[in-house]
């Protein structure tokens, strides 16, 4: 039996707990509560297990991964494990102090979090008075400590037109590198989709900004694009079970951190098996591995090693199943449930807020 290659990154995600409420949150619409968390010990066991693995990055996540006590203790683990460690934060619980103990434990990058430019804008989507001078002064320590730092935007709708506003506020606060991720539909993002959704109009302007931005030189830039407005999938997470391993805040082992809501799947959990033997044995892992799951055209199709099928949480949420063609292709029989999903969205619906 040929055995997988290694991940290359591990998603940790700490804990659901978070002070925002944003309506296109990643996480499960079923958060899990604080004490279905994993403790120190066990998220211990995580690393040392995903080290030995062969796991080359860690991207600590939640939710807000700052409401862990053990964030500082699990970060310095993975220092002495030679594991590459990135923070994923909103920024709202950050200060000088635990910056510094950061810092010391040997924390490699922070990807801090906006939801907008505006304060009225950022309070809209996050739900959190205050948030946005929160965020400007936790970039301004970061920048201070010299932790390379990106910022991500996400956007939608009602900010893309903003996308110039996010470049310039980026290089104002000496970010590196910016992330500018149009909202996926999966989870919370699904159920505000009608009211999120970009035009097509708004897109091609927002990739417009993008590459202007680029061509001024001197910051990083990645641009997540909608699916919605493709005729090709992207590949999910470099290809199911291939790249990246994803824990919950509980011990589940998934292949993206949208798999959970694949029906009649058993979800392996490293209290119960190693994430060794997970990774390279478990049906959940081998189910859309490689290319034998296909169905056509996806199996004659010379992309099919390129984009690996798309994605599987995609085709499920628009098709019902989630080993149809991901309807974003052109070629899939399902396509027309995306333009149908195009023409519905409008701007009547109310956000519906990320809440336990």
């Known amino acids: 039996m040929t055995l997988p290659s290694p991940p290359m990154s591990l998603l940790a995600e700490l804990t659901h707990r978070c002070p925002l409420s944003c309506p296109y ?13 994993l403790d120190t010990a066990g998220w211990r066991s995580v690393l040392e297990q995903a080290a030995e693995l062969g796991v080359l990055q860690v991207h600590f996540s939640g939710g807000e991964p700052m409401a862990r006590p053990d964030l500082v203790e699990l970060v310095a683990l993975a220092r002495d494990l ?35 430019v505006t304060e009225a804008g950022a309070e809209r989507i996050g739900g959190l008075k205050g948030a946005q ?6 970039a301004r320590l970061i ?44 989870g919370w993002g699904l159920k505000n989709r009608d009211a999120l959704l ?13 590459e202007a931005e680029r061509a001024k030189g001197g910051l990083s830039v990645d641009y997540v694009t909608p699916d919605y407005h493709a005729d090709r999938p992207k590949p999910c997470m470099g290809g199911w079970g291939q790249r990246f391993v ?24 490293v209290q119960d098996g190693t994430l060794s033997d997970i990774w390279n044995c478990s049906p959940l892992f081998n189910m859309f591995r490689g290319t034998d799951w296909m169905p056509e055209p996806c199996r004659s199709c010379e992309r099919k090693e390129q984009d690996w099928g798309g994605c599987r949480c995609q085709a499920l ?34 956000l519906l807020y990320r809440r336990f």
């Open 82 to 116: 030679n594991l590459y460690s990135n923070l994923i934060t909103s920024g709202v619980l950050l200060d000088e102090a635990k910056l510094e103990a950061l810092d010391k434990a040997g924390l490699d990058h922070i990807q801090l979090s906006f939801q907008d």
């Open 317 to 350: 949420a628009l098709t019902g199943n989630a080993a149809n063609t991901d309807p974003v292709c052109s070629l899939s029989p399902f396509h027309d449930r995306v333009e149908k999903a195009v023409e519905e969205a409008s701007e009547k619906p109310e």
């Open 143 to 186: 920048r201070a400590s010299g932790i390379p730092m990106t910022l991500n935007f996400v956007v939608h709708r009602e900010n893309v037109a903003r996308i110039p506003e996010m470049f310039a506020l980026a290089r104002e606060l000496g970010a590196g590198r910016v992330e500018i991720a149009h909202t996926q539909y999966y």
């Open 198 to 210: 970009p035009s097509r109009e708004q897109l091609q302007e927002a990739t417009r900004a993008v």
């Open 246 to 269: 994803n824990v919950t805040p509980s011990g589940r082992v998934l292949p993206c951190h949208a798999a959970e809501i694949i029906p009649d799947v058993a979800f392996p959990n």
């Open 25 to 37: 949150c990643s996480n499960p619409l079923e958060l899990e509560r604080k004490a279905a968390e």
């Open 133 to 138: 001078a929160r965020k400007i002064e936790a």
